[in-house]
């Protein structure tokens, strides 16, 4: 049985936080936004067009203030809040209803991190209410209690409609070319939700998300970025977003180790896509893989 789309999703996740466990680890900065629509994940970005300063994707950021609780980022500080995508996001004392009605009116008129940062936003309210997982203990449990609690506070005035409203504005992003955006629009699939992508596979809304997707991860992946490059690596290997391409794996996986700089070894990139390959087939998806670092990073 093939993985679904859900499970693709776990994977790259796991290989994200591991990415960003790795790099920061190393001393890289990471940060979740930018002015520059292109910046990939791993850069050094300016801060968004609400003046907050940049911090780590998945790391502890600055505190969250909701109005009337009382406290403040100096004595009473709040855990940070994180988008659907893991990254923190940064409400700057706001409630989530009125951060986004503040950056709604730019979104509208083409305002590509406006739209964003709603999104961003939306999306937070998007996992309020979701079911619990299993623990292993009751600590943990309450802990994720209290913490679906604090979202549904911070949450209050949003509707519905503006949750599933936070794919259009995620489209708009992704659309223009904002990177973190192109990675989102995929992670979220058609609508927002997990589905069974062959079951719907008629559906026309699944068959455009499936071509915007990709279109963007290989937008985002032509600037190098090593997140959209695992994704292609994972979705030609899978086959069930695009069809099945082994030679199309092995050349995005390649780039993507090259780019991480943990380059694979022949041997090991034979392994794990290239048993059922001929020689010739092998040795041009990994001249692919070279040509995709060389256009990309090294001009």
């Known amino acids: 049985m093939k993985p679904s789309f859900r499970f693709i999703a776990l994977l790259i996740t796991t290989g994200i936080c591991a990415g960003v466990f790795v790099s920061l680890r190393n001393g890289e900065e990471w940060s979740i936004k930018s002015t520059d629509n292109n910046a990939p994940f791993d850069s050094k970005e300016k801060s968004s067009p ?9 790391g502890f950021g600055r505190a969250l203030i909701v109005p009337g609780d009382g406290g ?3 004595t009473n500080p709040l855990p940070v809040t994180y ?11 706001l409630r989530a209803i009125d951060y986004i ?3 709604t009116g ?9 739209a964003y940062n709603v999104y961003q936003a939306e999306s937070v309210c998007a996992n309020g209410g979701a079911p619990l997982a299993d623990y292993n203990s009751e600590a943990d449990r309450e802990q994720s209690i209290a913490e679906q609690k604090r979202l549904m506070s911070l949450c209050v005035g949003v509707t519905p409609a503006q949750v599933q409203e936070r794919l259009n504005f995620l489209g708009l992003a992704a659309r223009a070319g904002k990177v973190a955006a192109q990675i989102d629009y995929f992670m979220e699939g058609p609508y927002g939700r997990p589905i069974d992508l062959k079951e719907s596979q008629d559906d026309p809304i699944v068959q455009k998300w499936k071509d915007d997707a990709i279109t963007g991860l290989k937008a985002a992946a032509s600037l190098g970025e090593p997140f959209a490059l695992a994704l292609l690596a994972q979705s030609y290997d899978v086959g069930e977003i695009v069809p099945r391409d082994a030679k199309l794996s092995i050349a995005y996986k390649a780039a993507e180790a090259e780019v991480r700089n943990t380059p694979l070894s022949e041997v090991q990139l034979r392994r794990k896509f290239g048993s059922q390959m001929s020689d010739e087939d092998f040795d041009a998806a990994l001249q692919l893989g070279k040509k995709l670092v060389q256009d990309c990073c090294k001009k």
């Open 50 to 58: 609400g003046g907050n300063e940049s911090s780590s994707s998945f």
């Open 72 to 74: 403040n980022a100096e």
């Open 83 to 93: 988008g659907r995508n893991g990254r923190a996001v940064d409400f700057g004392g």
């Open 101 to 103: 009605s503040k950056w």
């Open 106 to 114: 730019l979104a509208r008129a083409g305002n590509i991190d406006a």
